[in-house]
């Protein structure tokens, strides 16, 4: 298996711009975790999804901030307008059931200039 | 408010002897506690768990301790390898049913050789 696929994994853009990250779960996995990790508040999970569907979304920061899982094999995430201290590395994980071992992708780092 | 505390940002030991990291807990509602190795531009490694209802677990050099008076929790590695350079995160779950995990900051194993 592939494990979990994550694009782009470095993206730079500015201030006010749309954002979109990309994920692939493993297949057969059915929760789908995003985190984002910052120096400050370490890694802090954002949302998770149970086939498909999203189950709790209280991490999320803002309204600038959503996410949608609109199959099994694919999670986005996507902030609009971004804004410099959405600067992080963000990690998708998926897992077979939960709370067990989470697999995690090796993160996309966004840069808000 | 930080629920899950790894006091100790980093760690120094000499190759082949016993590497000891430390992690507490507030929230009692947290059932079940992972460890996740991760390198540089790398996403989190599972490496091993607890359920509250186990005091330790073990798997070839990795043992974790598990003590739910005092809320602690320790991951042993022995003996200490080089390649166990890294850093190195405490994770729970079952607070209110959440089935995301909530982390600690890290602790940056260094192996001398």
């Known amino acids: 298996d592939a494990g979990v696929i994550q694009s782009p994994r470095h993206e730079v853009t500015e201030m006010g711009q749309e954002v979109t990250l990309r994920c692939k779960p493993i297949s057969g996995h059915d929760y789908l975790f995003w985190y984002r990790q910052t120096m400050m508040r370490g890694l802090e999970l954002l949302i998770y999804f149970n086939n498909n569907v999203p189950i709790d979304d209280s991490g999320m920061p803002e309204d600038r901030f959503s996410a949608k899982m609109p199959n099994a094999s694919f999670s986005t995430l996507k902030i609009q307008p971004s ?8 990690f998708c ?3 077979k059931t939960a709370p067990n071992e989470q697999f995690f992708g090796p993160g996309t780092r966004l840069t808000v200039l | 408010d930080q629920q899950v505390k790894q006091n100790s940002p980093s760690l120094s030991v000499q190759e082949g002897r016993i590497s000891i990291l430390n992690c507490d807990y ?4 947290f059932d079940y506690f992972l460890w996740y190795k991760k390198y540089p531009a790398e996403g989190p490694t599972f490496l091993i768990s ?14 974790v301790f598990l003590n739910k008076s005092a809320k602690h929790l320790s991951l ?9 350079s890294a850093v190195y ?10 089935d995301g995990l909530t982390f600690g900051k890290g602790t940056h194993l260094i192996i001398q050789p």
């Open chain 2, 50 to 63: 607890i359920s509250s209802i186990k005091d330790k677990n073990e798997d070839g050099r990795f043992t």
């Open chain 2, 26 to 29: 507030t929230n009692s509602m």
């Open chain 2, 76 to 84: 042993h590695i022995v003996p200490s390898q080089p390649g166990d």
């Open chain 1, 83 to 90: 804004e410099p201290r959405d600067s992080a590395v963000y």
């Open chain 2, 89 to 98: 995160f405490c994770a729970a779950s079952g607070g209110g049913g959440a």
């Open chain 1, 93 to 95: 994980a998926s897992s």
